[in-house]
């Protein structure tokens, strides 16, 4: 059987460029927690908190092996907070990682780095934010874009950023708890830079607005679904069944994920060209072209 000229490409590009060898892999690790794995350039995202207000949290053992960097959380190169709320950040949390990962970077806004302890705070690479505005640095290997986001339903000074991760070949949005309106994400011009994945609060996905700035000021090929409170699951899912049916839910720490081959993550116009990717609802995996990448369908 001949194989796409698109595919062959890729294929190749995959033998010669050890950082995209094996792709991207994104594994949920609890409430917007997230590990982008790329192999040689692991990024962590709001990983490192416990318990609160009910949201999901690691469990005792899962989460010291996180915090000291055990086994299988050595060689994180990247350590992103979007804000201080503490079901995103703990400041003994990242202070202890960080002690047992000498060459991993912390890169959050001015905010959080001022609730660390001065060890850890010496470690930080402080973004200044303001809403609308971003910065683009490259970090161990990954093009991190710091998008200055306003959080919903709290006061203008939280200091919400979001980021746009360029990893493994593939565009990732985090953006944290940022308010779901056009204001917030219009000046960023995000269509234009091809996200490959979103990963979204859920309440982005279940109201006509919300879902209209997704549509119009995100644009993503696929969107990840979550902080998602393990006592809202059995309420939130069927929501989202119902307005975005391609959207993955993460909800079970440390196994949901999405990965994007190699083949799929190599050239943007590679992957328009040859069907290679599809997600399920629990997890991914590589298909042939007929299930060909699409665009995740959004109600209008």
Same mark, same amino acid.
Request: hydrophobic share 45%; aromatic share 6%.
């Given at each position: 059987?001949?194989?796409?000229?698109?595919?062959?490409?890729?294929?190749?590009?995959?033998?010669?460029?050890?950082?995209?060898?094996?792709?991207?892999?994104?594994?949920?690790?609890?409430?917007?927690?997230?590990?982008?794995?790329?192999?040689?350039?692991?990024?962590?995202?709001?990983?490192?908190?416990?318990?609160?207000?009910?949201?999901?949290?690691?469990?005792? %053992?899962?989460? +010291?092996?996180?915090?000291?960097? /055990?086994? @299988?959380?050595? *060689? =994180?190169? &990247?350590? !992103?907070?979007?804000?201080?709320?503490?079901?995103?950040?703990?400041?003994?949390?990242?202070?202890?990682?960080?002690?047992?990962?000498?060459?991993?970077?912390?890169?959050?806004?001015?905010?959080?780095?001022?609730?660390?302890?001065?060890?850890?705070?010496?470690?930080?690479?402080?973004?200044?934010?303001?809403?609308?505005?971003?910065?683009?640095?490259?970090?161990?290997?990954?093009?991190?874009?710091?998008?200055?986001?306003?959080?919903?339903?709290?006061?203008?000074?939280?200091?919400?950023?979001?980021?746009?991760?360029?990893?493994?070949?593939?565009?990732?949005?985090?953006?944290?708890?940022?308010? %779901?309106?056009? +204001?917030?994400?219009?000046?960023? /011009?995000? @269509?234009?830079? *091809? =996200?490959? &994945?979103? !990963?979204?609060?859920?309440?982005?996905?279940?109201?006509?607005?919300?879902?209209?700035?997704?549509?119009?000021?995100?644009?993503?090929?696929?969107?990840?679904?979550?902080?998602?409170?393990?006592?809202?699951?059995?309420?939130?899912?069927?929501?989202?069944?119902?307005?975005?049916?391609?959207?993955?839910?993460?909800?079970?720490?440390?196994?949901?994920?999405?990965?994007?081959?190699?083949?799929?993550?190599?050239?943007?116009?590679?992957?328009?060209?040859?069907?290679?990717?599809?997600?399920?609802?629990?997890?991914?995996?590589?298909?042939?072209?007929?299930?060909?990448?699409?665009?995740?369908?959004?109600?209008?």
């Amino acid at each position: 059987m001949r194989l796409p000229v698109a595919v062959l490409v890729a294929a190749a590009a995959c033998a010669t460029r050890p950082a995209v060898r094996d792709g991207l892999r994104i594994t949920y690790v609890a409430n917007e927690g997230v590990l982008l794995d790329a192999g040689a350039t692991r990024v962590l995202i709001d990983g490192l908190h416990g318990e609160y207000k009910g949201y999901a949290a690691l469990p005792a %053992a899962p989460r +010291e092996a996180l915090e000291t960097a /055990a086994p @299988p959380w050595g *060689g =994180i190169s &990247v350590v !992103l907070v979007s804000h201080r709320h503490a079901d995103h950040f703990d400041p003994g949390s990242v202070a202890r990682f960080l002690a047992r990962s000498p060459d991993a970077v912390l890169a959050t806004s001015e905010e959080v780095v001022a609730l660390l302890p001065a060890e850890a705070r010496a470690r930080a690479r402080a973004s200044p934010w303001q809403v609308g505005r971003s910065q683009t640095e490259t970090i161990a290997g990954a093009k991190i874009t710091f998008l200055g986001l306003g959080h919903g339903d709290h006061p203008p000074q939280i200091q919400n950023l979001g980021h746009l991760v360029e990893i493994g070949g593939a565009t990732v949005l985090h953006v944290g708890d940022a308010e %779901a309106t056009a +204001e917030n994400f219009a000046p960023f /011009a995000l @269509p234009v830079r *091809g =996200i490959d &994945v979103a !990963l979204l609060p859920w309440w982005f996905l279940v109201d006509d607005a919300a879902l209209a700035v997704v549509r119009t000021h995100i644009a993503p090929r696929r969107i990840v679904a979550f902080h998602i409170a393990p006592e809202e699951e059995a309420r939130v899912l069927p929501l989202l069944r119902e307005r975005v049916p391609d959207a993955v839910p993460f909800v079970r720490m440390l196994e949901d994920q999405v990965r994007l081959p190699c083949s799929e993550t190599v050239t943007k116009p590679a992957r328009r060209r040859a069907g290679v990717f599809t997600v399920s609802e629990r997890g991914a995996r590589p298909v042939g072209p007929r299930a060909g990448p699409r665009r995740a369908s959004l109600p209008r």
